[in-house]
């Protein structure tokens, strides 16, 4: 047992380091892209800390975002003013990156890369771990209510049509 928790903490931290690396490059990648497509459009003497303000908003909007969408769910209220939101923002986000991008498939392919990968794995992150269909009996668990079939005999109706069936009775399930 003691093996599989070390296993576990050494593949926990790889993912760590994984997923810092490629976050940071993406978010480079994508920021830098937003800022150039800001700069390439703001009026003349914009000063540059513009375009990286813009970059940081337009990347971590989305962010934040999906944060309010998974407390929401998890709280049960509703996640449309976030979830527009985050559509926005990573539209906006993944305009940027084809804007700036050679104008083939190629191009708008690779150039939406960094979006891409930077959306994914913040939804992989912040995903949290699968649940599972069923969850495993307790001692505080009450067994389930016992429901028995009682047989009956056909019953005519008014115009002589016999009623064949069943009638179910419900029973609370026996205490121990």
Known sequence: MR????????????????????????GWASFTHVHDWTMRHAPTGTPDAFGWVNAVISELVPVAALLIIKR??????????????????????LCAQLAVAQPSPAGWLLSAV??????????????GPPTTATAPATAEQEPAPIVEAIPVRPIARPNGVPVIGQVTRWSPAPSY
Not at 10 to 15: D, F, G, Y
Not at 114 to 127: N, S, W
Request: hydrophobic share 60%.
């Open 3 to 26: 093996s599989r928790r070390v296993k576990d903490r050494i593949e926990s931290l790889a993912l760590v380091v994984i997923l810092t690396v490629v976050a940071v490059a993406a």
């Open 72 to 93: 929401r769910r998890r709280d049960g209220a509703p996640i449309g003013y976030p979830l527009f939101l985050l559509i926005a923002a990573g539209t906006l986000s």
């Open 114 to 127: 960094p979006a891409l990968a930077f959306m994914a794995l913040v939804k992989l992150i912040f995903a």
